[in-house]
Nanobody
């Protein structure tokens, strides 16, 4: 059982920045894939950015050039730096990891982009 604890959500103005962090309960080298998803009101959960164990990153087209996914192997964290934020980025953001064959999710953190 992998425990995930997210932090860093909140309210930000359009054009601003936020950084989300997800702390995993075990060494992230033991995990297969990891990253962030989001779910806006009335919409399905969608991929934001993921990274494989080998370091290959996949970003949603909507966040390319604005969001950066990274991981810290010493702290066992998976971070999402969000820049040039837009109102359409408003959603609950979920940390996700895969430890074969199971998926694990964080509790979610609210991100609101509004003036």
């Amino acid at each position: 059982q992998v425990q995930l604890v997210e932090s860093g959500g909140g309210l930000v103005q359009p054009g601003g920045s936020l950084r989300l962090s997800c702390a995993a309960s075990e060494n992230i080298f033991s995990l297969n894939n990891m990253g962030w998803y989001r779910q806006a009101p009335g919409k399905q959960r969608e991929l934001v950015a993921t990274i494989t164990r080998g370091g290959t990153i996949n970003n949603a087209d909507s966040v390319k050039g604005r969001f950066t996914l990274s991981r810290d192997n010493t702290k066992n964290t998976i971070d999402l730096q969000m820049n040039i934020m837009k109102p359409e980025d408003t959603a609950v953001y979920y940390c996700w990891v895969q430890k074969w064959p199971r998926d694990y999710w964080g509790q979610g953190t609210q991100v609101t982009v509004s003036s």
